[in-house]
């Protein structure tokens, strides 16, 4: 439907590092929002610190993680974690938190296939398939400076010449893995006097379609929803701790 096709859309704006998009700012070096899409560092079409496009945050957090006070509730007194993801929607990975007075909100969800990690210099990426799932393939790894996002990474001026050997070493065949992203590890500086950083995406094979962490304050109530990805409900199966929690369109704890 047309909200689901805005949806992916939106994401797309939102993740790729060309023109019309945020990304492509970022690659641009900019440290601030621009009044318009076009432009690069180089020439400037119009104001270079504009809240024209600045709106988006909300969206990030109530749409993409999911993260919504539910009909009728109070000081989040109700949750409602509903992500809006469609079989087209090209994310991975998000994880996010939102702070309330009663604590913190916590929603972090993986489709199966891909998952990524970023860290700079000096920190760590670690990557976690969905539950039974485990590292298959190294689809991009770079220590230096790449740039884009998940699903959109690419190698820019520099990139160590180990990155992915040294992920596939770590990573290939667990379901998690831990690569500090030092000079040490990758072997050597791949470009001296500058601040790098790793970005990683791998892909996982086996386990769960969908992996939903969900954290909420002591006190609250949530309703979670699970997106389909297009398939008949009647044929999706859910389960929480090993457990069938939704299974052939019935809750079978209560069955």
């Not at 690659?27 to 432009?39: P, R, Y």
């Not at 972090?108 to 860290?119: L, N």
């Not at 790793?198 to 969908?210: K, M, N, R």
Request: aromatic fraction near 10%; charge should be negative.
């Amino acid at each position: 439907n047309r909200s689901s096709d805005l949806f992916d859309l939106a994401v797309t704006i939102a993740s790729q590092v060309t023109s019309p998009g945020w990304g492509w700012m970022v690659v641009q070096q900019a440290t601030t929002l621009w009044e318009s899409w076009h432009g690069s560092q180089f020439v400037g079409v119009s104001s270079r610190n504009h809240i024209m496009f600045g709106g988006q945050g909300p969206w990030y957090y109530q749409a993409v993680a999911g993260i919504n006070m539910a009909d009728g509730g109070l000081g989040w007194d109700r949750i409602r974690i509903q992500p809006r993801l469609t079989q087209n929607t090209t994310l991975v990975s998000v994880s996010a938190t939102v702070g309330t007075y009663r604590g913190e909100i916590y929603s972090s969800w993986a489709q199966a296939g891909h998952v990524c990690g970023s860290s700079d210099e000096n920190g760590a990426v670690t990557l976690q398939c969905p539950t039974g799932g485990v590292v298959s393939g190294v689809v991009f790894a770079s220590y230096g400076t790449p740039n884009g996002s998940c699903g959109h990474f690419q190698v820019f001026n520099c990139s160590s010449t180990n990155s992915a050997s040294v992920v596939e070493k770590m990573c290939m065949g667990k379901s998690s893995c831990t690569i500090q992203a030092s000079n040490q590890v990758f072997g050597g500086d791949p470009c001296l006097d500058v601040r790098k950083h790793l970005d990683v995406e791998v892909t996982c094979s086996g386990g769960a379609v969908f992996s939903h962490t969900i954290q909420i304050p002591v006190g609250s109530v949530a309703e979670i929803h699970v997106p389909t990805f297009g398939a008949d409900a009647m044929k999706v199966t859910v389960t929480e701790s090993g457990i069938a929690v939704w299974e052939k369109g019935i809750d079978p704890i209560f069955a």
